[in-house]
């Protein structure tokens, strides 16, 4: 069964960068890994994803050039590095396991940036 933790978030001033870690108790190496985040008052929004073998990795338009998605089949984790952060970053990011119409969510872990 996946279980996903989502760690690395916290406070940083605008400009500065993070990389958010998604680990699962399960093996995910068969499943498309993707990050959302969701501000307060707002939906949750997609953010990045990547296919099971690691390839093609998208982008929102709002994080294109800034984030990277990555994964580590022999750690079983998902990684999001995050670069030139902007207040409009700041949210509660999530980790999913996608595959055969199963999604898997963790619980989050937020990320602050301060202006």
């Known amino acids: 069964q996946v279980q996903l933790v989502e760690s690395g978030g916290g406070l940083v001033q605008a400009g500065g960068s993070l990389r958010l870690s998604c680990a699962s108790s399960g093996r995910i190496s068969s499943y498309e890994m993707d990050w959302f985040r969701q501000a307060p008052g707002k939906e949750r929004e997609f953010v990045a994803s990547i296919a099971w073998n690691g390839r093609n990795p998208r982008y929102a338009d709002s994080v294109k050039g800034r984030f990277t998605i990555s994964r580590d089949v022999a750690k079983n984790t998902v990684d999001l590095q995050m670069n030139s952060l902007k207040s409009g970053d700041t949210a509660l990011y999530y980790c999913?396991?996608?595959?055969?119409?199963?999604?898997?969510w963790g619980q989050g872990t937020q990320v602050t940036v301060s202006s």
């Open positions: 999913a396991a996608v595959r055969a119409g199963n999604t898997y």
